[in-house]
């Protein structure tokens, strides 16, 4: 999936459920309720053999629903147990368009027991910080900065 937009959802932006060899580069979520980014596998096992890339992908001031705010979500979000992901160049904010206030949770998110994983990006302004990792984080390299 190369250069697509998605713009105010009703849940997630976008979710991969399973697959295998999947890259995604160029993608932004914009305003949609729930996550920006959700990679899950049926059943918490893993996507196919891994194999899942994001490159220069923006989740934008997600987590939003007009009619009930939250700051439930994360811009980017990795279900526990799944493994092989790498998002490279990932950028996870919130804009606080107009007079409302950051709802996107966390920029990154990693439930747990998450292995062989590679993130660099950087986030702005999400309610509980940059990134949340989950326990048993282990073989990978985790580099955000930001807020």
């Not at 999947?22 to 305003?31: D, G, K, M």
């Not at 959700?38 to 899942?52: L, R, S």
């Not at 107009?98 to 439930?111: D, I, L, V």
């Not at 292995?115 to 950087?122: A, E």
Request: glycine share 12%; hydrophobic share 35%; proline share 3%.
């Amino acid at each position: 999936m190369i250069d697509v937009y998605l713009y105010r959802l009703g849940g997630d932006g976008l979710r991969i459920i399973a697959g295998r060899g999947v890259t995604v580069s160029r993608v932004r979520t914009w305003i949609v309720d729930g996550y920006g980014f959700w990679i899950q596998a049926p059943d918490g096992f893993y996507i196919g053999a891994g194999q899942v890339s994001f490159t220069s992908c923006h989740a934008d001031s997600n987590s939003w629903n007009r009619d009930n705010p939250t700051s439930a979500y994360s811009g980017f979000y990795v279900k526990a147990w799944i493994q092989w992901v790498q998002l490279i160049g990932c950028q996870a904010y919130d804009k606080q368009e107009g007079t409302r206030p950051s709802y996107q949770n966390h920029g990154f998110e990693f439930a747990g027991n998450n292995n062989y994983c590679q993130v660099i990006g950087s986030t702005r302004d999400n309610v509980s910080g940059a990134l949340f990792e989950g326990p048993s984080i282990t073989n990978s390299s985790i580099q955000v900065v930001g807020t």
